[in-house]
């Protein structure tokens, strides 16, 4: 990546649906240089362009972080198990006193308590977990781009 693929990144940030054409304009390339450069980005995978939903606005109203302590050797594994659930929006591994920390939507809290109970305790190598609900979202951003791209 280089400084104008940091450019573009940008743009895109601050709205996923911008017009190529804008973003070429305030940059001073042509459309396909953006377009070229948007779907190598795509293609492998530093860009996803996404909406992102306030999960109480459209039904889900029990999202939850589910911190989930895994055996070492199971671990590849079991994220992977988990991450088909489709409830899963977010999955990370981490270092601390559990090994992955799952981001989910459920509907309710029986939704949540069936997916818990029913689903991941039963997912080869999960050995406990911690859930704490997602009672309202203040902020859902992006990284600064910008900072990186000082750096370069």
Do not use: W
């Amino acid at each position: 990546m280089d400084q104008l693929d940091f450019r573009i990144l940008i743009h895109l940030q601050e709205d996923g649906r911008r017009p190529f054409t804008e973003i070429a304009k305030s940059l001073n390339i042509t459309e396909g240089t953006v377009r070229n450069r948007v779907n190598k980005m795509v293609a492998d995978k530093t860009l996803q362009i996404i909406g992102l939903v306030d999960p109480h606005r459209v039904g889900l109203d029990t999202p939850a972080l589910i911190h989930v302590a895994v055996q070492p050797a199971l671990l590849e594994e079991a994220a992977a198990a988990i991450s088909r659930f489709p409830e899963v929006s977010y999955l990370l591994m981490v270092a601390g006193d559990y090994d992955l920390v799952v981001e989910v939507m459920c509907r309710d809290r029986e939704h949540l308590t069936g997916l818990i109970t029913d689903r991941l305790h039963k997912v080869n190598g999960v050995t406990d977990t911690k859930t704490t609900f997602i009672l309202h979202v203040y902020k859902v951003v992006q990284p600064d781009l910008s900072l990186v791209q000082k750096t370069l």
